[in-house]
């Protein structure tokens, strides 16, 4: 990933099984958070979005959760295959602006 | 990564150098972005274009300067960098004219001299 010279946390998990990966977030304002993943040498790619009025939603092998109350989003994929290993990055919005706060991301690596 | 491209992906330019990193989305989106990823911080907002009209300028310097002349082009001209300015330069699009659903470029490579 991009991010080689920040302290990144890194998820070492087993092919096969599933990976949690947490963020929490910094302004209980706001409304709308993403998670990105990228790979070595790309940009950020769009996994999944929830807005604040929703706990729970689920795409094609990963769910989003969002605790509002502990200020706390957790990206989780099923059955993690090596082409999950990335940096993910979990982003939030405040008050419908243009700015997404990008938090610094946690490296995923996947062991075959 | 086909939906928004960007030209070079690669640029290496001395200090006193200048040059243009050119954004394309074919997404049919309204908002453009420019955002700097360094290896020292998380991803920077620079600025923003909504309906072609700057709507955030994220207290950038002077020395980058963005245009968008319309809603699928955007540049970033660059000129008298800093090699603190190396970095990777991203640009994404949005549907609305609100920060949702930002989709991002591979990113251009800048690397100053």
């Known amino acids: 990933g991009e991010s080689v010279g920040l302290h990144l946390p890194t998820l070492s998990v087993q092919e096969g099984d599933n990976s949690i990966i947490n963020c929490a977030y910094s302004n209980s304002a706001s409304d709308y958070f993403i998670w990105y993943k990228q790979e070595s040498g790309k940009g950020p790619q769009f996994i999944i979005d929830i807005r604040s009025n929703m706990d729970k939603r689920q795409g094609q092998r990963v769910t989003v959760l969002l605790n509002k109350t502990v200020k706390h989003l957790s990206l989780q994929i099923a059955a993690t295959q090596p082409g999950d290993s990335a940096v993910y990055f979990c982003a939030e919005n405040m008050d419908s602006s243009y700015k997404l706060i990008f938090g610094s991301g946690t490296r995923l690596l996947v062991r075959p | 990564e086909t939906g928004v491209t960007q030209t070079p992906r690669h640029l290496v330019m001395g200090m006193t150098n200048k040059k243009s990193l050119k954004c394309e989305q074919h997404l049919g989106h309204n908002a453009m972005y420019w955002y700097k990823q360094s290896a020292k911080k998380p991803l920077e907002l620079m600025f923003v274009?909504?309906?072609?009209?700057?709507?955030e300028n994220n207290s950038v310097p002077s020395r980058f300067s963005p245009e968008c002349p319309n809603s699928s082009h955007l540049f970033l001209h660059l000129h008298t960098l800093q090699p603190e300015d190396s970095a990777l330069y991203l640009c994404a699009s949005s549907p609305g004219t609100r920060g949702y659903e930002q989709y991002f470029g591979p990113g251009t490579r800048l690397t100053v001299t």
């Open positions: 274009y909504s309906l072609e009209e700057r709507v």
